[in-house]
């Protein structure tokens, strides 16, 4: 078996007194997509934000690589090959489609034949975002600022994308187009760790997944075996469930 991409060992985050975070493990394979599912307030975004960097943790470790980005700066991040997709979008609404586009791009340093090929590969992705390139992205809809985020995301070249419940706030049908785009991109090999609220679409896309619940991982498998066990997934987000379970 590889090596994971991801490895986080017994990570612990506070904020203040509050601890969101407690003794959280999960790794990722290359070319693996992991979902985190869990209920609101779960620690599911303050995983992604510590491993991108926007929060530190206060004990614990994360490996990304084989190496360990704990204490990096979160630009620096970016340049090991990480990209952060955030909860509610937070597209620059002032710039345009193609600008944000290329603020993605700034990250690496690309020259700009290779923004501008990356850029088209992404409105092939997406078509609106090219139909929308001298739009300002505050008047985009809430769907077409999603799929601008993830390619903003991906304009960074990561080798691990992380999403922020990209459904959120976001038409079905939109859903089921942006679902379809991410396991294109599942099925070119990108890595992606995926927070999600519809438990069907992230467990469609998702290889593996965890269920986190006040901070602590309480339930983790195959995608098809936590398919296949409702009512442990129920309980385990209604806090009926004793204990990290591995299925």
Sequence with gaps: MSAPLLDVRDLEVAYGAVTALRGV?????????????????????????????????????????????????PAQIVRTGIAHSPEGRRVFPGLTVAENLRLGAAARGAAKAEWLADRETFYDLFPVLRDRMNQTAGTLSGGEQQMLAVS?????????LLLDEPSLGVAPLIVRGLFKALASLKAKGMTMLLVEQDVRMALSLADRAYVLRTGSVVLSGTAAALRADQVGVAAAYLG????????
């Design 152 to 160: 903003r995301a991906l304009m960074a070249r990561p080798r691990l």
């Design 240 to 247: 009926t469930h004793q204990g990290t379970k591995p299925i």
């Design 25 to 73: 493990s999960l790794s990722i394979a290359p070319g693996e997509v992991v979902a985190l599912l869990g209920a609101n307030g779960a620690g599911k975004s303050t995983l992604l934000r510590a491993i991108s960097g926007v929060v530190r943790a206060k004990r614990g470790e994360i490996v990304f690589d084989g190496a360990p980005i704990s204490r990096l700066p």
